[in-house]
């Protein structure tokens, strides 16, 4: 089954660590998304990814980094420079027609919990 | 400024009876709708769409409804049920914007049984 696979699912980190969130995807999907899920804010966009070895920043960029080596792979590094990491992390792709209408995909999501 | 505005945070409703949702946008620019159904600690998953050429699409008891002119959009569900208690974004997209999608804050909705 094609999809997207978030890992891990539940993170708790210390103050001042950074940790790297894991997002594999296998739908043959160009673009790729981390979102940020705060309670009654909706979804807030980090980072997104249209190609291999480019990505542009969101609008809540400051704090975070991603890499994008292959086409499956988009990692998130939330870093010890984010003031407000505690969040529900969202991995998301675009292909097919979500090109033409902007649908997107979303993973099952990686809670972060900073303690 | 919120360019998708979802200005009920919470509904509730009783089971068999219509449930409807309302989005507004600012941007005229936006010319594709989404609407998103999230449960709890998982991904949100895509419910109904509509183009901005249409003012209605239907998909079984999911109805989405589009007034341009007063930058409008809601989602009607009937007959609401218990399984659609969870949270709805309306999103929107515009041409030439990477098609990247505007979220609203959200709706929680509950059918009560």
């Known amino acids: 089954d094609g999809g997207i696979t978030q890992s891990p699912k539940y993170l708790f980190r210390k103050e001042g660590q950074n940790v790297t969130l894991s997002c594999e995807q296998n739908l043959n999907h160009d673009a790729m998304y981390w979102y940020r899920q705060d309670p009654g804010q909706g979804l807030r966009l980090i980072y997104y990814s249209q190609i291999v070895n480019d990505f542009q920043k969101g609008d809540i960029a400051e704090g975070y980094s991603v890499s994008r080596e292959k086409k499956e792979s988009f990692p998130l590094t939330v870093t010890s420079a984010q003031k407000n990491p505690t969040a529900f992390y969202l991995c998301?792709?675009?292909?097919?027609?979500?090109?033409?209408?902007?649908?997107?995909?979303f993973g099952e999501g990686s809670r972060l919990t900073v303690l | 400024d919120q360019q998708v505005k979802q200005n009920s945070p919470s509904l509730s409703v009783q089971e068999g009876r219509i449930s409807i949702l309302n989005c507004d946008y600012t941007n005229s620019m936006f010319d594709y709708f989404l609407w998103y159904k999230k449960y709890p600690a998982e991904g949100p998953t895509f419910l109904i769409s509509i183009s901005s050429i249409k003012d209605k699409n239907e998909d079984g008891r999911f109805t989405v409804f589009l007034n341009k002119s007063a930058k409008h959009l809601s989602l009607h569900i009937v007959p609401s049920q218990p399984g659609d208690s969870a949270v709805y974004f309306c999103?929107?997209?515009?041409?030439?914007?990477?098609?990247?999608?505007?979220f609203g804050s959200g709706t929680q909705l509950t059918v009560l049984p």
């Open positions: 998301a792709s675009m292909g097919g027609r979500g090109q033409d209408t902007g649908e997107l995909f």
């Open positions: 999103a929107a997209s515009a041409t030439g914007s990477a098609r990247q999608l505007t």
